[in-house]
């Protein structure tokens, strides 16, 4: 019965503050995009760079390695004496987060393409950029788009803390809850569709991730 209450509740909260939680549920999903965004912007160049160069590897993945180990709460607080509250600190908190597993998946994805392709393309008379562009990306983009799906998923879990520093989204409803006596239903207003949008995105990214992979759609003979 009490699971009951707490599940009409929840529908009564959807009823009555639907327009607040699209609201927050737009404004979660774009502080998260954002800092994604961002992070490949800086990333799959820095990766590019790195596969070329490989003893510069070792340290920029080390020193990504580090911000990720950084609590989430802990990043926040550091930004925040630079930016103050707000949505601009959980963007960088998020493209601080994002910036690994898209770096990875550039550096792996670069380094696994054929050598011989890369050979013939140059055989060929292609410049570096044309190998880059019409070999090298092509057959490593799956690769760097399941970087940027993991980094989404994650992105959405940041954005969720980022409430704690008036950033908005849905984990502020879920600080309403809180803080409200009898608050389960509110929380759960803010977790599940905080949950549903993660699944969402990683089964979108996935479905492109698997149209991007050269060999998806080959059968073997």
Avoid: C
């Amino acid at each position: 019965m009490e699971n009951m209450n707490t599940w009409e509740q929840l529908l009564t909260y959807f009823q009555t503050n639907g327009s607040y939680v699209l609201a927050q549920f737009v404004r979660h999903f774009l502080i998260s995009i954002y800092g994604v965004l961002f992070a490949a912007i800086v990333a799959i160049p820095l990766g590019i760079l790195i596969a070329r160069h490989r003893k510069l590897s070792s340290w920029v993945i080390s020193m990504a390695n580090v911000i990720q180990t950084i609590p989430s709460l802990a990043l926040l607080g550091m930004i925040m004496v630079v930016l103050g509250l707000g949505t601009n600190t959980v963007i960088v908190a998020v493209f601080l987060y994002s910036i690994l597993p898209i770096l990875k998946n550039t550096y792996t994805g670069i380094k696994s393409v054929d050598k011989n392709l890369v050979d013939s393309g140059k055989g060929m008379g292609m410049t570096k950029f044309q190998v880059l562009t019409m070999i090298e990306l092509p057959l490593s983009l799956s690769v760097i788009m399941a970087g940027i799906r993991n980094a989404l998923v994650v992105a959405i879990g940041v954005t969720a803390i980022g409430a704690f520093i008036g950033a908005g989204g849905l984990g502020d409803i879920i600080i309403r809850g809180t803080n409200a006596t009898n608050g389960g239903a509110i929380i759960l207003a803010g977790a599940l569709p905080t949950a549903l949008m993660a699944v969402l995105s990683d089964l979108l990214l996935g479905f492109i991730e698997k149209k991007l992979n050269p060999l998806a759609n080959k059968t073997i003979s």
